[in-house]
């Protein structure tokens, strides 16, 4: 029997990206000013920055709905499909909660599994699991491919405004003040649970990039194959630094993307961050 995925966009695949891949994506909710829009659908990155810098009240997002998540699992099970949905991290998210109560009308059909990431990471792991699921893998195959924990995954990244993060309450309050400090430029990790936390901290957000890549060197260890994403908020020339500064550092040669984040993320870390995530293959 076939195995489908079911993803929120968190993982930064668009939904044309999604159906090539024979992937479903559930679009995260970015709410701006009085409008309600579906990730990668109904806004593109470009107008969501524009957008950034005229409306009053920042964008904010919201988790698909039950609802949401429970059409798209009929769709696949109506078609004699079994079911991995993965979402965005529940320390960071209600996706997961609204995914696993829309699951319940379908027992052993559809498995939720949480990603304990988001973004780039997050797409490193589910094309691991597509992979298995094309290849005629069983369900109990592709939710391990995708696990964040078999794959050593890894998520770093220097963001020069940590108020993005802050007013959403992801980042925790002391965090928040120091990085609003003058002066302190805050390196960030997705914690092994999927929250977000310290680093390392600098003088400068230049620092901060070469902190990022000291630190997924250190947290790579000995690892011989890896494929790693550097993803960025609108800020391309970073990115390319990061990817200068990350080949001089590596101890054996990788596979390295880069990737501009999706409307979601950038609503929640706010234009200029820049990150460096892998996977152990």
């Given amino acids: 029997m076939a195995v489908s995925l079911v993803l ?4 930064d695949i668009t939904p044309d990206d999604g159906r090539a891949l024979g992937v479903e994506i559930v679009p995260i909710i970015v709410v701006v000013g009085e409008q309600r829009l579906r990730d990668g659908i109904d806004i593109e990155r470009a107008a969501l920055y524009r957008r950034m810098e005229t409306v009053k009240d920042p964008p904010t997002t919201e988790p698909p709905t039950v609802k949401s998540f429970a ?5 696949q099970v109506d078609l004699g499909n079994d079911v991995v949905a993965m979402t965005v991290a529940a320390a960071l998210s ?45 369900a109990d195959a592709v939710a391990l491919a995708g696990d964040r924990k078999r794959l050593h995954g890894q998520a770093f990244f220097a963001i020069p405004d940590v108020s993005f993060l802050g007013r959403t309450g992801r980042l925790a309050r002391p965090l928040v003040a120091l ?19 310290l680093a390392g ?23 011989k194959r890896v ?9 391309p020339a970073s990115a390319a630094t990061l990817e200068a500064l990350l080949r001089t550092r590596l101890r054996e040669p990788a596979e390295i993307a880069t990737a501009e984040v999706g409307t979601v993320i950038a609503v929640n870390i706010g234009p200029g961050a820049v990150g460096i995530c892998a996977i152990a293959t």
């Fill in 201 to 223: 901290q600098s003088r400068s957000f230049e620092r901060s990039q070469e902190i990022t890549v000291d630190q997924v060197v250190r947290a790579l260890g000995d690892e």
């Fill in 8 to 11: 929120d966009s968190t993982a």
């Fill in 94 to 138: 209600g996706s997961y909660a609204n995914a696993v109560e829309a699951a319940k009308p379908f027992g052993s059909k559809v498995r939720v599994v949480d990603s304990k990431s988001a973004s780039a990471l997050f797409r490193l792991q589910a094309m691991e699991a597509i992979a298995v699921a094309r290849a005629g893998g069983d």
């Fill in 179 to 197: 990085g609003g400090m003058m002066g302190v430029s805050l390196v960030l990790r997705v914690a092994d649970d999927g929250s977000i936390g």
């Fill in 227 to 235: 494929k790693i994403t550097i993803a960025h908020a609108n800020a």
């Fill in 71 to 75: 059409d798209a699992f009929k769709r």
